[in-house]
């Protein structure tokens, strides 16, 4: 039996069986549920995050897909070729991993290395044919849709006289999104679209090719990112944060650690919970109209991909204001 919004137990009495994994959410949504805390974005909060566009301004969230050059974490550059008809072009693209550049993580890109998927679903399940669990169509089919509260962490750690240290593993604790939030004056509801501004983007255009080189052939290079400590986990859950979109590659801070649980976010986030995580969005142009006129939030909107069993998938978000 499904849950709403309203009914939600807090993190400290998950999980809703003893039978389920410590601190998981598992069957909260029912036991063959799908699609996760993306649940919490039900007709009304569509309705209230349409309620928020004042000015009517539209800031497209996709970074260019040729973005970052060369690409990062072991992937490989995109081959576009234009195909010549009679009377104008097609075109073909080579090599196209949907999460190269501005990118959803679909519930089925993560699995906990001791219980699995998320909600209990085994790796047999992900097959890419009908009938596949936990893929990208699966949001696909209903859209992310609500409203956004965006937490400038690169603003607000300047403004303390703490900015972010890009070349590093700069860990951003809840402490720190508290205090971005207090400072704007925001504040997030259950069924909210959290966007993270840390400012990675407009630090990687910065950077020249050979900078951008070292990157790539970098592994595990150092990004600033969210903090991997269990409060965390406790503020996510119990404020209802419906999905998680940052404009660096990982959400959280790298290196990471895939040992276990507790130093992996995406192994609990992702797998225990059924967080929708973005990664890669431009928030640049966003973040300075949000400083301009002190009004954080706003109007999301994403289409992700309607690929069966799909484990990811471009951005294509809007933010509405």
């Excluded at 072991?74 to 195909?83: C, D, F, K, N, Q």
């Excluded at 949907?98 to 085994?122: E, I, K, R, T």
């Excluded at 209903?142 to 006289?161: M, N, W």
């Excluded at 944060?241 to 986030?269: C, G, Q, W, Y």
Aim: glycine share 10%; aromatic share 10%; charged share 25%.
């Amino acid at each position: 039996m499904s849950r709403d919004a309203g009914e939600r137990p807090r993190y400290r009495d998950l999980p809703v069986d003893p039978g389920l994994p410590a601190g998981s959410s598992w069957g909260v949504f029912g036991s063959d549920d799908q699609v996760g805390m993306l649940n919490l974005l039900d007709e009304q909060r569509v309705r209230d995050g349409a309620a928020l566009v004042r000015r009517g301004a539209v800031f497209p969230l996709n970074w260019k897909m040729e973005l970052p050059d060369p690409p990062v974490l072991g992937r490989l550059p995109m081959t576009h070729t234009y195909i010549r008809l009679d009377g104008g072009f097609d075109e073909t693209y080579d090599s196209f991993n949907p999460q190269a550049s501005s990118q959803w993580d679909a519930l089925c890109h993560v699995d906990h290395p001791v219980h699995g998927f998320y909600n209990g679903h085994g790796v047999e399940e992900i097959t890419g044919r009908p009938g596949s669990a936990l893929g990208i169509d699966k949001w696909a089919e209903r859209g992310i849709v609500g409203p956004f509260v965006l937490i400038d962490v690169a603003r607000y750690r300047t403004q303390i006289g703490d900015p972010i240290d890009y070349r590093t593993k700069d860990v951003v604790t809840l402490e720190c999104l508290r205090g971005a939030l207090e400072m704007q004056g925001s504040r997030i509801e259950p069924g909210t679209i959290v966007l993270l501004h840390f400012g990675w983007i407009e630090w990687y255009e910065s950077l020249d090719s050979a900078e951008r080189a070292t990157l790539a052939e970098t592994e595990m290079f150092p990004v600033p990112g969210l903090s991997t400590e269990p409060d965390m986990d406790e503020w996510v859950w119990d404020s209802g944060i419906a999905a998680i979109v940052a404009d660096n590659p990982s959400v959280e801070a790298m290196p990471f650690d895939k040992a276990s649980d507790r130093t992996f976010l995406h192994f609990r986030l992702v797998a225990l919970h059924g967080i929708a995580f973005g990664e890669m969005h431009d928030l640049s142009r966003l973040s300075e109209d949000c400083a301009q006129d002190g009004v954080y939030q706003g109007f999301f909107t994403a289409a992700p991909m309607n690929k069966l069993g799909g484990s990811g998938s471009t951005g294509n978000a809007l933010a509405i204001k």
